[in-house]
C-alpha cells in the first residue's frame, strides 16, 4: 500500500490505521462505525471602529463634565472672592496709615504752634517755615501710602481681569481638557479590545485542539473495534500470511517514518512508552524499540 511518511505521531497512527484496515480488516468486511465528530461553537468579538469607540468614550465620560466645570467655576470664584478681600484689606491699611501720618504731623505741629506762641515767634518766618516743612513731609509719606496701595490694587485687578476671563472661557476650556480626556479613553479602550481579541484567539484555538484530540480518538476507537472484531472473525490471516502481503513491511516502515525524524534519544524514550504500537506491529515492537535503544546508546 502506498502512503506517505509521516511527519507526526498524529499522522503516524493515522497511516498505521490505515494499513491496519487495508491489510486485516477490508477482506473481512468490516464497517467502521459512524461516530458524530465534536463541534464546539466559537466565540466571536468584532472590535469596535473608531467612531464608535469614540462615542463610547464620550458617553463614559459624560456624566463627570458638568461637575468638573462646576467644581472649576467655583475655584475660580473663591479666588476671586479672597483677591477682592485683599483689595478691600489693602484700601482700609492705607486709609488708616494715612489717618496715622496725619495724626503724627498734626500732633508735630501743635507742639511747634505751642512753642512759638510761649516764644512770641507765632508770626515769624521761622515757624512758618517749619510748618512747611512739616507739612511737605507728610504729603510725601501720604503719596508713598497711596503709590503703594495703587500699584497693589492694579496688580490684585489685574488677577481679577485674568480670572474674569478664565470663567468666562471655562467652558471652553473644559472642552479642550474633555476632548483630551476623551483621546485617552479611546486609546485606553482599543487595548482592552485588543486583549478580548487575543482571549477569544486563544479560546477559539484551545476548541480546535479538544476537536482535533476528539477526532483522533474517534481514529484510535476505530481502530480499537477493528481489532475486536478481527478477534472474533473467522479466517483470520496469520502472520506469516501478513509477512508475505507486505503488512509488517509497511507498519515498520511508517513507524520508522516517524521516529527517524526525531533524534536517537528521543526517539527511544518516546516509542518505549508508546505500547499502542504493539496493536499494529505484534511481534516487531519490541525490534523495532530495540533498534532505536541500540541506535541511541542506552542499550
Known amino acids: 500500500m502506498q502512503f506517505n511518511k509521516p511527519t507526526t505521531k498524529e499522522e503516524m497512527y493515522v497511516v498505521l490505521n490505515d494499513l491496519f484496515y487495508y491489510y486485516r480488516v477490508k477482506r473481512a468486511g468490516y464497517e467502521e462505525v459512524s461516530l458524530k465528530e465534536l463541534e464546539l461553537e466559537r466565540l466571536e468579538f468584532n472590535p469596535s471602529t473608531e467612531e464608535q469607540l469614540i462615542e463610547k468614550a464620550t458617553e463614559l465620560l459624560s456624566g463627570n463634565r458638568e461637575r468638573e466645570i462646576a467644581e472649576y467655576k467655583n475655584s475660580l470664584n473663591e479666588q476671586m472672592i479672597k483677591t477682592s478681600a485683599q483689595i478691600t484689606a489693602i484700601e482700609e491699611s492705607a486709609e488708616e496709615q494715612t489717618s496715622q501720618v496725619e495724626k503724627l504731623y ?85 487595548d482592552e479590545e485588543a486583549q478580548i481579541t487575543r482571549e477569544v484567539f486563544k479560546y477559539n484555538n484551545g476548541l480546535d485542539e479538544k476537536e482535533q484530540r476528539y477526532a483522533n480518538t474517534i481514529l484510535q476507537a476505530n481502530a480499537n473495534l477493528n481489532l475486536k472484531f478481527m478477534e472474533i472473525s473467522m479466517g483470520e490471516f496469520t502472520k506469516d500470511q501478513l509477512v508475505d502481503m507486505g503488512y509488517y513491511t509497511d507498519v515498520v516502515n511508517c513507524v520508522c517514518g516517524y521516529y527517524d525524524s526525531l533524534d536517537a534519544v528521543t526517539a527511544y524514550q518516546d516509542i518505549v512508552n508508546e505500547e499502542k504500537l504493539t496493536i499494529y506491529l505484534d511481534d516487531y515492537y519490541s525490534n523495532v524499540v530495540y533498534m532505536y535503544g541500540a541506535k541511541s546508546g542506552l542499550l
Not at 506762641?117 to 509719606?141: C, H, M, P, Q, T
Not at 476671563?165 to 482599543?190: G, P
Open 106 to 190: 498734626a500732633d508735630s505741629e501743635e507742639k511747634i504752634r505751642v512753642t512759638a506762641e510761649k516764644n512770641g515767634l507765632i508770626n515769624s518766618s521761622a515757624y512758618l517755615d517749619k510748618l512747611a516743612v512739616l507739612e511737605n513731609e507728610k504729603n510725601l509719606r501720604i503719596a508713598d501710602i497711596v503709590e503703594k496701595k495703587d500699584q497693589k490694587i492694579a496688580e490684585l485687578s489685574a488677577l481679577i481681569n485674568s480670572i474674569n476671563e478664565r470663567i468666562n472661557s471655562a467652558d471652553t476650556f473644559n472642552e479642550q481638557v474633555f476632548q483630551k480626556s476623551v483621546r485617552a479613553k479611546v486609546i485606553e479602550l482599543k
